[in-house]
């Protein structure tokens, strides 16, 4: 057993626990101040731009005073906060370092458009923390080093330095695979929203909110990134819970939305069969169909009907120039030629894209809240089983992810690390529980608010976001029927929207628009924060101290880890710049390979003292190369065809095979080879001990 802490360390502990709370206080109650002053602002006149410019500058400055403040060279401070982090701190802080941007400007926007469907990422993402509460955070604390690799190199190694050089390594490049996938979701979300909100550009958007990380990171590493991430979760709350609890009052009197939405739900699903039947809706519908029939033809003629297509293309442009058309109809000619696919092969894509979203729109809607729909029975099963899936993956790989895990080493003691995880699940949930009850709140809006509204009397909000990426526009209302009368299924809406869109869908001033930005802002800027300090330290920790120079001072060490976060920091927002995919696919190919390369090492590591070095290197190549080779089959964006999906699985679900596989190997090939030393039975025992 433990022995109780003296009585001075006790009073001391409480003493700081005191100041952090008094700090925090003192800073909710500035943040409050600063939206009054806001508040009165816009009520004076002033333009939204400057309220989006306020928002964003205000907040960098915040986190960038924040990591000047906790500036520190030691190397205790710098990679985990000097393992003094209260429980409910860390808590916060690691709530802040997981509720990403998937989760705050995605989450619920996908459950308005997949309903219960979507509820898939909420049970797994919740259900994966539960993972790290009971299989490794409290065991990687009493373990007491800095980074996950470190852990399986002495688990592994057992005493041989080749060994755990070995393992070491292969820990590390899959903690960088990971960290880098994931960081790039959240860079990218950066440069969204701080060009949607300031009206800079995207790739300047994207360097403004790196400085705030770098500033925070650099200077501070695990200390400053600790208390500025409780500080953004201030921020995450507050801005996701006002506009929700809106609308809760709005709808269904109440304001608790965990709560009210259940009696929204009925109205919905009325609202919801009523549209269903619509003639007028039906009618659209029957045109999305006829449109999608058409591109069915044109890529049953390929080649030719793309030659065909480019010559009338070509004709329409020179007949609008020889006719004296206006000059809008030369323009769209001439935007239509220069969009025209270039090849064949590329028409084949595009064409083939438009047709699966006119079949999309051509659907009626599907209840929100009914489970798995399905024209038949196999289809609802293949939703059954990709729901089932995902969980899967969403859990195994949450309890994988090294930059969450990493937080496990902050706390006082192996107690408080259980104590902060409870915590952190606490205030994890008060976001999650609520995303469904906005989604269905907002839903619920738009489907009897603009819905059945008149063109000339569309509400301001779909104007503004219609207009804010006219290249990819995120909302888009098209009189397809011409009867001046908006259906539902002639209503585009992007997933990415609706959280940032909610305040001005539920009537509220732009101020609370800027404070939804600005809780996003924070939620990207916190998890790219952790992963970026967890790709560095892996790098500088376990590469250059612990492999290449052993000997180096703790000086050097900090400072080499600083500039390898510089390096990786300007990488990953070069990748971004080039907008490689959407949050939620990022995201969730990162979970996959976490899950599939760590889990089974991480867990195997702890509860089994047979695992050895060769089945933990084999099982976490194993697991990898299964996850990365399903991605690579099945996922259309880097070249696969779901044609060859196992099972009807979908591409970001690709851990529900490379886990077993990787825990597969990793047990037989631990029972084919020599048991593991003693020191790494040993290394078991002791993390295992009782408290």
Known sequence: MNAPA?????????????????????????????????????KEGMPRQWIGHLYMFATI?????IGVVSRTSNVSEYYVAGRRVPALFNGMATAADWISAASFISLAGTLYLHGFDALAYVMGWTGGYCLVALLIAPYLRRFAQYTIPDFLAARYGGGSGNRGTAVRALAVAATIVVSFTYVVAQIYAVGLIASRFTGVDFSVGIFLGLASILVCSFLGGMRAITWTQVAQYIIILIAFLIPTMWLSVKFAGNPVPQVAYGSVLPKLAQREAQLARDPRE????????????????????????WETGKVEAQHRLDAARAGNASLGEIR??????????????????????QRAANLARAQPPEPHAEPFPGKTREESDIRRNNFLALV????????????????????????????????????????????????VLAKYDIYTAVVGTDYASLPTWVSYWANVDKANPLISIVDINGDGVVQLAEIAIDGDVLTLATPEIGGLPY????????????????????????????????????IVDPGASTQKRVTISKLLLL???????????????DILSLVGAAFSLAGSTLFPALVAGVFWKRANHAGALAGMAAGFLVCLYYMLHTNPIL?????????????????????????????????????????????????????
């Open 511 to 546: 101020v609370i628009s800027g404070l939804v930005a600005a809780g996003g802002l924070a939620a990207a800027l916190s998890t790219a924060d952790g992963l970026l300090l967890a790709i560095s330290n892996a790098l500088s920790h376990d590469i250059y101290f612990k």
């Open 332 to 353: 769209n000619a001439e935007r239509a030629l220069l969009s025209y696919p270039r090849t064949a092969d590329e028409a084949a894509r595009t064409w083939t894209e």
């Open 639 to 691: 070249g696969g065809s779901l044609d060859g999906a196992w099972f009807h699985i979908a591409p970001i679900s690709a851990g529900v095979f490379g886990v077993p596989a990787g825990m597969a190997v990793l047990v037989a090939v631990s029972l084919l080879t020599a048991p593991p030393p003693r020191a790494s039975a040993g290394l078991v025992e002791h993390i295992r001990a009782p408290e």
């Open 61 to 65: 400055i915040l986190y960038a005073t």
């Open 392 to 439: 899967f993956c969403l859990m195994f790989g949450t309890a994988a992810l090294p930059h969450i895990l990493m937080r496990a080493y902050t706390t006082p003691s192996v107690h408080e690390t259980r104590v902060s995880v409870f915590w952190a699940l606490f205030f994890i949930l008060l976001i999650y529980l609520t995303m469904p009850a906005l989604a």
């Open 282 to 305: 039906q009618a659209v519908r029957a045109r999305f169909q006829a449109r999608a029939d058409a591109d069915a033809a044109r890529l049953a003629q390929l080649p030719h009907s």
């Open 6 to 42: 003296p009585i001075g360390t006790r009073e001391k502990t409480q003493r700081y626990f005191r100041r952090l709370t008094r700090y925090y206080l003192w800073f909710t109650a500035c943040f409050g101040l600063f939206l009054a002053a806001l508040a009165i602002l816009e």
């Open 567 to 581: 390096a990786v920091a300007f990488i990953a927002a070069y990748v971004a710049s080039q907008k490689p995919a």
